[in-house]
């Protein structure tokens, strides 16, 4: 999916949680603006190095990882 090349995940930066392209600003973070009410427009004006195409990449890797399901591993 081409909006979550800019969603990273490094162990160094905000301890491995993915986050806006390799800034210290975490998907959980913009989700979280956006759901108590922020519009995008808000939010990049709170974190102006922000770009538009990062909040659609943070719902779209929201979005994405709230579909994923985790099979448990069955040890026989």
């Not at 995008?40 to 579909?67: F, G, H, N, V």
Request: hydrophobic fraction near 45%.
């Amino acid at each position: 999916m081409k909006n979550l090349e800019r969603i990273t995940l490094n162990p160094a930066i905000m301890g491995g949680k993915p986050c806006i392209r390799g800034l210290r600003m975490t998907v959980g973070t913009v989700i979280g603006l956006l759901a108590s009410g922020l519009t995008t427009e808000d939010i990049l004006k709170m974190y102006p190095y922000l770009q538009q195409e990062d909040i659609i990449a943070a719902l779209a890797y929201a979005a994405w990882r709230s579909e994923e399901i985790e099979v448990p591993l069955v040890i026989a």
